[in-house]
Structure formats: structure tokens, C-alpha cells
């Protein structure tokens, strides 16, 4: 039993075989009633009500559950036209729903996140590995979470790392930038002390080499020796 409907104002079909439905025949009858008959033999795009509007259903809800949207009838009837198989055959027949294809306009890379044109938040929806959802890694070039952080900040103090070429010495500690000296190492505190960052490291970086200090460590003991001497005469 079927009959099917042809010609350009069919938006969309769904042509099945044997598809079980409420309709006169003998595979059941609900008590007894001839207009509550079942029947097994349904064909061709008579079946199009249950399939289109099963696929409109599936699609809605992805939609709605990565986007918090709902989409229109307009829309959604257009974009299951768009993303829809070509009927074959020499008669004229609309497209044949293709859910996946329609769930890729807004989520291509079908990582659970909808692209920015429909209303969501994936940066790359042609990447699954980014998206608001994904842990970043970073020194990368990557904004792999979405979040729109500089990749070359981990801490997010507005100070680059130095391994990157930055001047922050310690990316990972917001209480360490360059806020007062142009750094470019991290200088370690003496065991036991209380220094700013409370880890065992200044909380600035210094462009001066320690060895630096080496000159007038060495020199020390003899300006201390001239200046005991000078007294001792006076």
C-alpha cells in the first residue's frame, strides 16, 4: 500500500519500505474497529510524515542541547532541505533527509559544540580537540578551550613567558611579573626566607647575573682590611 507524490513542491521526502503504520489492513486491529487497523505494507513516501519528522526531532534536539536555542520551522525545514540526499529517478522529488549532514552545518566537527553562526562558543569547529570544553595546552599557538587567553600566559598577569620570549620568569605564579624591573631569570631566595612569593623566589625577575656579584664578594675582605688598617693609624 503506498502512494507516492512527485513534482517541485515537495519539500522533502521519506520513501520507505514496510514501514508498520496506522492504516487499513490486517496486520492488527484495535478492538475490532476496521478505522483502527495496522498494517505492515506501508510504502513509498507515505512513510515521508514518520521519517522527516523524526529527523526534524533528532536534529532540534542536538541543536538545543549544545546551544540552549531552539530553531524555527522555517529554519529547521530549510536547513533538512540544504544538507538533504537528491531523490533519483526521472520524476522530480524533494531530498531525502540526511540528519548527520545537518547536524555538521552548525557542529562540523561534532565535538558536542556548536559553531559561533549558530549561536555557540567553538572557536575552530573544524578541530574536535578544541573546543570550550577541551583542556589547553600552552606555548602551543593554540587556543585550545576557547577561551580567548594569550597562550604565551599561562598565569594570566599580562606578562609573557621568558621561555617564549616574554619577561616573565615564573608563568605559572601571577604574583611574579616584571612590574618594576626589566626581568629575564628568577633569582632564588636564601634557605628558610620569607620572600614576597612565599615559595622560596623573589617576587621579581632581574636582568643582573649573580656572578656579577662575584667581584665585589672577593674584594670585599680587602676594603675591609684598608679600612681597619686607616682606623687603626688615625
Known amino acids: ?10 519539500d522533502l521526502q521519506g520513501w520507505g519500505e514496510r514501514v508498520f503504520t ?14 483502527q487497523a495496522y498494517t505492515a505494507d506501508f510504502a513509498g513516501t507515505s512513510s515521508a510524515t514518520p521519517i ?9 534536539d542536538y541543536h538545543n542541547q549544545i546551544t540552549g536555542a531552539v530553531l524555527g520551522p522555517e529554519s529547521i525545514r530549510a536547513l533538512l532541505i540544504d544538507t538533504g540526499i537528491a ?34 562558543e567553538d572557536c575552530d569547529d573544524l578541530e574536535s580537540t578544541v573546543n570550550p570544553g577541551a583542556e589547553e595546552i600552552w606555548y602551543d599557538g ?8 594569550d597562550d604565551l600566559d599561562q598565569d594570566a598577569d599580562g606578562w609573557q613567558a621568558a621561555s617564549q620570549g616574554g619577561e616573565d620568569c615564573d608563568d605559572t605564579d601571577p604574583s611574579i ?28 625577575c632581574s636582568t643582573a647575573d649573580p656572578l656579577d656579584a662575584w ?7 680587602l676594603l675591609i682590611r684598608r679600612r681597619t688598617n686607616v682606623t687603626a693609624h688615625a
Open 1 to 10: 500500500m503506498y502512494y507516492s507524490t512527485f513534482g517541485t513542491r515537495v
Open 22 to 35: 496506522l492504516s487499513y489492513g490486517s496486520y492488527a486491529t484495535h478492538g475490532g474497529d476496521p478505522d
Open 52 to 60: 522527516v519528522a523524526s529527523a526534524a526531532v533528532v536534529v532540534q
Open 87 to 120: 531523490g533519483s529517478g526521472p520524476d522530480p522529488i524533494g531530498p531525502f533527509p540526511d540528519i548527520a549532514a545537518a547536524i555538521q552545518t552548525f557542529d562540523a566537527d561534532l565535538d558536542g559544540y556548536a559553531s559561533p553562526d549558530w549561536g555557540g
Open 142 to 149: 593554540i587556543d585550545s578551550d576557547c577561551a580567548g587567553d
Open 177 to 204: 611579573t616584571p612590574e618594576n624591573t626589566p626581568l629575564s631569570s628568577c633569582l632564588e631566595d636564601t634557605p628558610g626566607s620569607d620572600s614576597a612569593a612565599g615559595k622560596g623566589k623573589v617576587s621579581t
Open 215 to 221: 667581584p665585589v664578594l672577593l674584594a670585599l675582605p
